[in-house]
């Protein structure tokens, strides 16, 4: 069986603190701004721009791990440190982030 990317520990306490209904809302604009962000890093790495990759995967990290989306932000966290990702990499394990997003809420 494969590991959740998202940590239903964070996304339990989410709900449990502010109600599924909020909860709900806060997540679909998370998945918005994963998106968004993953995109950022993306066309970073395609410009061959470390420093704007490094920022924007700074930012995609910080909120992953707010939301509990602790693979991506694994994934980002590498980019940030200057390590070598594929392009690919980071675009599956968005996919794969959103798919799980979808199932929670």
Do not use: W
């Not at 998106?35 to 420093?51: C, F, M, P, Q, Y």
């Amino acid at each position: 069986m494969t590991q959740s990317p998202i940590d239903a520990d964070v996304i339990a306490r989410l709900k449990s603190d502010l109600g599924e209904e909020i909860a709900g809302r806060l997540l679909a604009s998370f998945a918005q701004e994963i998106r968004s962000k993953t995109n950022a890093v993306l066309a970073a790495i395609g410009e061959s721009d470390g420093l704007a990759a490094r920022d924007q995967a700074h930012a995609l990290r910080s909120v992953s791990l707010e939301y509990g989306a602790v693979e991506l932000a694994d994934v980002a966290g590498a980019i940030e440190k200057g390590q070598a990702v594929e392009a690919a990499r980071l675009q599956d394990c968005c996919e794969r982030t959103l798919v799980a997003l979808a199932t929670v809420h």
